[in-house]
Each structure stands twice: as structure tokens, then as C-alpha cells.
């Protein structure tokens, strides 16, 4: 399984690289909002070189198809492992898959995002998507059952030999990362104070505390028998 970062923080993407957790990054306009970058072709070409060949995932902001596909051509054009965010449907419910199965059939690889259930799902790949994003925390926030569905979604892209990948996104909790990572998501994309609680564990603090308060212990009465011994 795949892991990437879900923000646009180049210091966090630096941080989690350089101790080998992570295999590309996705963005949204709100993320790029929230960490404050306001240049998009800057940011995405500089995290895009940092991480490269690994991917990136840029999403593009319209809810016209045409525009849509103009600014998937220009991303894709600034760095060759950007990968084109596309919603399944505009806000007023109008299919982009048009958009996903172009985009791909000129080479440009395309994230169909915003996917809240199975058919959804089913259909991105049809239409050619090379990820599928699945978003955990707003799937819960309407009721339905996160893990459930991409243990669905996998089995289905399996059963009839799909090569779109599943990427679990929206993630809240760390049980959302733990159960979708079970229920078969290829990737899952965390955000940076996550990957932080998923490391961390109190019983383990408390552990390495007792190894390394004895182990000095220990020197310390080596030390002792060697002065008493001279
Ligand atoms: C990632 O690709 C998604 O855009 C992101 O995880 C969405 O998260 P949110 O539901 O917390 O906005």
C-alpha cells in the first residue's frame, strides 16, 4: 500500500520523505488555501520537483467541463509526475467523466476525486481513471461506511481487471486510516498531524523511557566496577 501526504506544507513533505513513508502528495484549493499558498503553478512545480517521480495530485477549480480540460492540459504540462484532479460531477451534479476519459486518453494521468460511494467508484474507472479518491471522513459524515466501500471497490476493480487505484482521502481519525488500509485502499493520503499520531503510541514512550533509564543505570555500574576494580 501506498501512503501519500495530503497537504501542500513543503516542510512536512520534506520531513516524511526523508524517513521513507511516503510515495506521492494531493492537494485541494482548500488545502493550498489553509497552508496560505496562493501561487498554485508555483507550488505544485516546487512540490512536484521535491517529490519527483513520485506523483502529485493538483486538482483543477471550475465547473466548466471545457475549462476544466484547459486547466488539466496546463498542470499536466508543468511537470511530468503531476497528476489532474477531476470531480466525478460538477456542484451542479453534471458528469465530468468526459473530462477523466480524455484527459487520460492523451496521457495525462487523472484523479477522479470527491467520490463519495461504490457507484461512483465504478464509474471512474470505466471511464479511465488512474486513481479513484474515496473520502473517508465526509463518506462518515453522511452515514455511510467508509471501509465498506472500498472493500467493495477493490474486489470490483479486481474482479474485471481495472487499473484505477483506489485512494482513500478525508481521513479523521486514525480509524479511518487503520480500517480503510484493511478494506484493500491501494493508497491512502494523510494529513501530516496524522502520520504523527500514527506513530505514536504512550505505552511505547513509556517503554523506550524504562530501556533507556535502566540501560543508564546499567553503564552507570559498569563504570562503578571498573573504578573499583582498578
Ligand atoms: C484529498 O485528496 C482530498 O482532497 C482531501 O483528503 C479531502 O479532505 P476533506 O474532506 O477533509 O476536505
Redesign the pocket.
Known amino acids: 500500500m501506498e501512503i501519500f501526504l495530503?497537504t501542500s506544507k513543503v516542510e512536512e513533505i520534506e520531513k516524511w520523505l526523508n524517513q521513507g513513508i511516503i510515495d506521492g502528495v494531493?492537494t485541494?484549493p482548500?488545502i493550498l488555501l489553509k497552508d496560505g499558498s496562493r501561487d498554485l503553478k508555483a507550488s505544485a512545480k516546487k512540490i512536484a520537483s521535491l517529490i519527483h517521480p513520485r506523483p502529485l495530485?493538483v486538482e483543477v477549480c471550475a465547473n466548466d467541463l471545457k475549462e476544466m480540460l484547459r486547466q488539466g492540459r496546463e498542470f499536466s504540462s508543468w511537470l511530468d509526475n503531476i497528476v489532474v484532479k477531476i470531480p466525478v460531477i460538477n456542484e451542479y451534479g453534471t458528469s465530468c467523466l468526459g473530462v477523466v476519459k480524455e484527459l487520460e486518453n492523451s496521457g495525462i494521468k487523472v484523479n477522479c476525486?470527491a467520490c463519495l460511494s461504490f457507484g461512483q467508484a465504478l464509474l471512474a474507472a470505466k471511464a479511465g481513471a488512474s486513481y479513484i479518491?474515496l473520502?473517508a471522513?465526509?463518506i462518515s459524515d453522511e452515514g455511510g461506511d467508509p471501509a465498506d466501500i472500498v472493500r467493495k471497490t477493490k474486489v470490483w476493480l479486481d474482479m474485471w481487471n481495472y487499473k484505477s487505484k483506489i485512494?482513500v482521502?478525508?481521513?479523521r481519525t486514525i480509524g479511518d486510516i487503520q480500517q480503510t488500509a484493511a478494506a484493500g485502499a491501494h493508497v491512502l493520503?494523510i494529513p501530516p498531524e496524522f502520520l504523527s499520531k500514527l506513530v505514536d503510541h504512550k505505552y511505547t514512550r513509556f517503554t523506550v523511557q524504562q530501556f533507556v533509564n535502566d540501560g543508564k543505570k546499567a553503564l552507570e555500574a559498569e563504570v562503578e566496577l571498573v573504578k573499583v576494580a582498578q
Do not use: C
Open positions: 495530503d494531493t485541494n482548500s495530485s476525486t479518491s473520502f471522513g465526509r485512494i482521502g478525508s481521513i493520503t
